[in-house]
């Protein structure tokens, strides 16, 4: 088992950056592939970005490719995402997830482990 903690949300301006990070302890972080998804208010979760277990590949949605990264350091048991340029868009509860099977997946149910969310807010 790994447990997750998001952190790093908060209100921003649109234009802004933000990064949020997933602190994981348990199981070996580089057993887990690991993905961010958010839920915008009213709507279903839907997938940001995911990295394989040792960064060489990473995947993104259509909606953030070229202002969103997602990077990982398993020495520190952490993966982060860094937001740029967000938009009032962005605005949902961000979890990230862990994935112990593979392949790098952008399917939610994929996922076997996931934290409890932050809230990132961007003002227009």
């Known amino acids: 088992q790994v447990q997750l903690v998001e952190s790093g949300g908060g209100l921003v301006p649109a234009g802004a950056s933000l990064r949020l990070s997933c602190s994981a302890s348990g199981d070996a972080f580089n057993n887990y592939i690991m993905g961010w998804f958010r839920q915008p208010p009213g709507k279903e979760r839907e997938f940001i970005a995911a990295?394989?277990?040792?960064?060489?590949?990473?995947v993104y949605a259509d909606s953030v490719k070229g202002r969103f990264i997602i990077a990982r350091d398993n020495a520190k048991n952490t993966v982060w995402l860094q937001m740029d340029n967000m938009i009032p868009e962005d605005t949902a509860v961000y979890y990230c997830?862990?994935?112990?099977?593979?392949?790098?997946?952008?399917?939610?149910?994929?996922?076997?482990?996931w934290g409890q969310g932050t809230q990132v807010a961007v003002s227009s």
């Open positions: 997830a862990a994935d112990h099977n593979g392949p790098i997946t952008r399917r939610a149910d994929e996922y076997d482990y």
């Open positions: 990295i394989s277990w040792h960064g060489g590949s990473t």
